[in-house]
């Protein structure tokens, strides 16, 4: 940063509009994760824990690859997804008078949780793989 700072208010409004489809909905989380690897290069700082579980993501994907060999290689992947459609069933109880979702639509809630956070943890990695071939100090034209 420039010397300058960044405030945080809840005194701005902003308005979402959520994405009609999964293949923008990961789009726009692939950008989140590239954005926070620049920002863990950039200003060289470990992100928190809670930061970093969705990132783990990729990597149980790519482990999953394995499970020819192992079924063993099955369960951090079996277990994120598990936890991602339980997930959607307390968020969609927790929220249903202010949307008003059936529980008929809880495990899209978890679906959607799944597709944010697999496209975010790989936007993360593809963006340090990418610094890491090209000189992490290196600017982007």
């Known amino acids: 940063m420039a010397g300058y700072r960044i405030?945080?208010?809840d005194?701005?409004?902003?308005?979402y509009y959520p994405?009609?489809?999964p293949s923008g909905l990961f789009k726009q989380y692939f950008?989140?994760?590239r954005g926070r690897a620049r920002n863990v290069l950039k200003h060289r700082v470990i992100p928190r824990i809670r930061q970093m579980l969705p990132l783990a993501i990729l990597p149980a994907v790519v482990l999953a690859a394995l499970s020819f060999v192992h079924w063993v290689a099955l369960i951090p992947l079996l277990a994120r997804c598990a936890l991602?459609?339980?997930m959607g069933f307390v968020a969609t109880r927790k929220h249903f008078d202010e949307y008003g979702l059936p529980m008929s639509g809880a495990p899209l809630v978890g679906l959607a949780?799944?597709?944010m956070h697999l496209a975010?943890?790989?936007g993360f990695w593809l963006h340090l793989a990418q610094a890491a071939t090209s000189g992490f100090g290196a600017k982007r034209a």
């Open 31 to 33: 950008g989140y994760g």
């Open 113 to 115: 949780a799944m597709i």
């Open 7 to 9: 405030w945080l208010t």
């Open 19 to 21: 994405r009609s489809t």
């Open 11 to 15: 005194a701005t409004e902003m308005t």
């Open 84 to 86: 991602c459609i339980a």
């Open 120 to 122: 975010r943890s790989s």
